[in-house]
């Protein structure tokens, strides 16, 4: 019997059945583990006549400890809506904001959400139509919830079909910087803009740079983007051509610098 014994402990089928015993062994706490979790506030937001269509884009919390959340909520049972909303620590609805874009058969949703000095927001959003091609604009709000002004980005550059936010950052003075693509069906490769944009809503400066990718062909692969310390666009990019060669290209929107890393070979 100590033999077999001996030869079960010393066999996998005895580590198994150990670390079972030990598992079954915790499910009674863990089960009262979760039971005792229960959130301190939960609020609910959107219409939900229909196939609720509600989804929570971006969240953050402001200078004061408040939370603001970003949705796009159904508008009925097709389209949907920008929905921005503050509440306290506590859970209390301080204000809502909800906006259309006015195109009307349209997703309006949040890209990102930048928070200000004074507590305003800077929201940079998509209004995308039913056929899949649609506009970006610029939200920005008060404090205390008032729409202050808003940019259509279609209105500063090319009408094209399909537009696209990449990053935005504030710098010190509140002063938003930008970048945005927009392009035809049959545009590639898409050019993309640089907007630097007063706080007041007024447009500094802009340009744009077409074929940001490979220097020889203008294309990339896995193209993605985020901005320095020293307020560079950095975009992260793959050549297309041999699918290897990983490079960043910086672009500063005040000074138009434009420089190219090779990151691997």
């Known amino acids: 019997m100590q033999s077999i014994l001996y030869h079960l402990q010393d066999s996998a089928m005895y580590k198994i059945l150990f670390f079972l015993g030990f598992i079954l062994s915790l499910n009674p706490l863990s089960s009262q583990t979760t039971k005792n979790i229960q959130p301190v506030w939960e609020r609910s937001n959107g219409n939900h006549d229909h196939t609720s269509r509600d989804e929570l884009h971006l969240s953050t919390k402001d200078h004061e400890n408040n939370i603001i959340l970003a949705s796009s909520v159904e508008r009925d049972s097709t389209f949907a809506d920008l929905l921005v909303q ?13 906006y259309s874009s006015g195109l009307g058969l349209d997703y309006d949703y949040p890209v990102k959400m930048i928070l200000g000095a004074d507590n305003e927001i800077f929201l940079l959003c998509s209004a995308v139509y039913f056929t899949g091609s649609g506009i970006g604009f610029i939200l920005k709000i008060s404090e205390d919830g008032a729409i202050v002004w808003v940019k259509d980005m279609a209105t500063e550059t090319v009408e094209h079909e399909h537009h696209n936010f990449f990053d935005g950052y504030l710098d010190v003075e509140n002063t938003l910087a ?29 340009f744009q740079v077409t074929g940001i990718g490979q220097p020889s062909t203008g294309n990339a692969y896995g193209m993605n983007e985020f901005h320095d310390k020293s307020g560079n666009f950095v975009f992260i990019l793959r050549d297309n051509e041999i699918y290897k060669k990983l490079y960043l290209r910086k672009i500063n929107p005040i000074t138009g610098i434009d420089t190219t890393i090779i990151v691997s070979d």
Not at 89 to 96: A, C, M, Q, R, V
Not at 182 to 195: E, G, H, I, S, V
Request: charged content about 25%; aromatic content about 16%.
């Open 178 to 206: 930008v970048t945005y693509t927009c392009r035809a069906d049959a545009l590639f490769p898409a050019p993309t803009y640089f907007f630097v944009i007063h706080k007041d809503g007024t447009v500094i400066k802009k």
């Open 86 to 98: 503050k509440f306290s620590d506590s859970g209390i609805l301080i204000w809502e904001i909800r």
